[in-house]
């Protein structure tokens, strides 16, 4: 490796890390509290002997299609007045983490919808039947039969936005995935793209082993 | 319990319909206009081919299918209407079980369990104590912390009774109940229910094709064809005197034998089917016969099935002798049982 390519991954490597790590764990969290309601909303709507609401139901599902049809290079720019109310900036990877929360909301509310919808109708039906409240219907019988489906829905949302998180460097946002462009693909510092690539690959790894690992050990 | 609450059918339905919108827009009757009403401590049974709209008019029972119309009453209360917390309440009294056991795959027996308690607000502290009573009660206690996956068909079906019992339910719907089972385990199943309609002298609605469980199991049958009842009988009397087509198709299942295929019989004989019933099962019939008549006999076939403790027997007798004697043989017999059919002889070609 030439010296130049160390010299720049020793100066903006560890930054652009926790740039990437940064955007990425804000916007799961957005994506855990407020994907997984939205998914429960839309699962609960649609469901016979739970919740059946259509009114809800069309309202949740185009909030969630019209953010899921907007490219998410697009959704980063038509969302820069809200980002800028929300945190004060436009730029860096707080203001980043704006548009990447709306695109992971909607992303994993889909995933844990379908998730829901997975479990086998006659246990709804029987814990319907027992009496239970719609509460303890989603605590122990929701939560417990889809729990290794939404732990891969989390790792498949984690993994997407790893991915989305390389293009916030366009709203000047960093991460790993600006590194790569800024000097891999602009200044032609191949190395520095391999080590990029190579990391990102590693990191996303890490994450499919683990979440296969804790969804197999909920199943029974 | 008041003396009201008593006097009244546990279950009344009142002119149930229920019409489901189909893809296609004509709307697809499964339930046709039945009335019925199940006493207190019956088991009462619901019979009929498949798509007869068995399951749906049990589902109306604890409203999990609103009717389109009519009432149900439940004690003499109409409950049709009910809604919310006050359906939840009215569930907690009935239990249901079905034929794919439904438990919560991702919770242990006992939580599984408990998760009927935990529905009607059990107290917490005495919620183990009680998942205990009730796995010995069917037979489990060895389970508790076994996962659904690694129980049997047969232990499955038997930790969702031991759930469905849990909150003292007056009612016990079961929906297929042994469908799923083989016939050992079926039998170990249905003895279970037995005992349990027994000791907790608990009202049973049991919904089948299975005439075996029908005749081992149900005080009453209501026989359904097409969304509608066409017959309601004691068991004892459908068995052994089916008023309906359907309801003799589905007798026939358990209780009819077969002609056999290789049978040739003389020109001086007749074939007859003898049914005989209640008190009649026990007397000497057939040598009264040749006793009485100058007739020979021969057995070719035949059983004797108990139902509700009767016996209900079947037999294909060849009668042989002059004609006029098996004439006057077969009249006895018309006389002294209760049903005999002249079996058409079949000509040498099998036909």
Redesign the interface.
């Known amino acids: 490796m030439e010296n130049n390519t160390v010299e720049i991954l020793q100066q903006y490597l560890w930054k652009a890390s926790y740039e990437t790590i940064e955007m990425v764990i804000i916007s799961l969290v957005a994506a855990l509290v407020f994907g997984t309601l939205l998914g429960l909303i839309l699962y609960l709507s649609e469901t016979d002997l739970l919740v059946k609401n259509k009114a809800v139901n069309a309202i949740a599902a185009t909030v969630v299609n019209i953010i899921r049809s907007i490219p998410f290079i697009i959704l980063l720019v038509v969302l820069i007045p809200l980002t800028k109310f929300i945190t004060g900036t436009t730029i860096g990877p707080i203001a980043a983490s704006v548009p990447l929360s709306f695109c992971a909301i909607a992303f994993h509310a889909r995933l844990v919808e379908g998730a829901f919808s997975d479990i086998d109708s006659g246990v709804i039906e029987s814990s319907v039947a027992t009496g239970a409240s719609i509460k303890l219907i989603i605590s122990d019988v929701l939560f417990v039969e889809a729990r290794a489906s939404i732990v891969r829905a989390i790792t498949v949302t984690l993994v997407s936005l790893i991915g989305y998180s390389a293009m916030a460097g366009i709203v000047g946002g960093g991460g790993i995935g600006d590194l790569a462009i800024q000097f891999g693909y602009y200044r032609y510092e191949s190395g520095v793209m391999l080590v990029t690539v190579v990391l990102l690959v590693l990191i996303v790894q890490i994450a499919q082993i683990i979440g296969d690992k804790v969804a197999e050990s909920f199943v029974h | 319990m008041n003396q009201d609450i008593l006097n009244n059918p546990i279950i009344e339905l009142q002119n149930i319909n229920v019409t489901f919108k189909s893809a296609e827009g004509n709307p697809l009757v499964a339930v046709s206009d039945v009335s019925l009403k199940v006493d207190r401590g019956e088991i009462f049974g619901i019979v009929g081919s498949s798509g007869a709209g068995k399951s749906t008019l049990a589902r109306v029972v ?1 409203l ?1 299918q609103k009717p389109t119309d009519g009432k149900v009453l439940i004690d003499g209360q109409n409950i049709t209407d009910y809604r919310g917390d006050e ?6 009294r ?1 239990g ?1 079980i ?1 034929q ?1 056991f ?6 242990s027996v006992e ?1 599984n369990v408990a ?2 308690l ?3 607000g059990y107290p917490k502290s005495d919620i183990h104590s009680r998942v205990v009573e009730l796995l010995n009660l069917v037979g489990l206690s060895d389970k508790l912390k076994s ?3 690694k129980l049997s068909g047969g232990q499955k079906q038997r930790v ?1 009774i031991a ?1 469905a019992l849990a ?1 003292n339910p007056e009612l016990l719907i079961c929906d297929e109940a042994t469908s799923a089972l083989d016939p050992k385990t079926t039998d170990e199943i249905v003895s279970l229910l037995n005992d349990i309609n027994k000791k907790l002298k608990i009202t049973i609605v049991f919904i089948t094709h299975q005439m075996e469980v029908a005749k081992k199991l149900f005080n009453r049958i209501a026989v359904m064809d097409s969304g509608k009842i066409v017959e309601i009988n004691s068991t004892y009397s459908l068995f052994s005197n089916p008023t309906s087509h359907v309801s003799e198709a589905l007798v026939s299942t358990v209780l009819d034998i077969e002609i056999p295929e290789e049978l040739e019989l003389s020109e001086e004989s007749h074939l007859v089917k003898i049914l005989y019933a209640g008190g009649g099962a026990y007397n000497p019939i057939i040598s009264n016969l040749s006793k009485t008549f100058d007739v020979d006999l021969s057995i070719l076939s035949g059983k004797i099935e108990y139902i509700n403790k009767k016996p209900l027997g079947i037999l294909l007798v060849s009668i042989i002798g002059e004609e006029s004697e098996r004439l006057k043989a077969i009249e006895y017999l018309k006389d002294n049982t209760t049903k005999v059919e002249l079996i058409e002889k079949r000509d040498n070609n099998g036909k």
């Open positions: 604890n999990l359906l939840r309440k009215l569930r907690l009935i249901m079905f794919h439904n438990l919560i795959s991702g919770l939580d998760f009927n935990k529905a009607a996962y659904p996956s969702a759930r909150n």
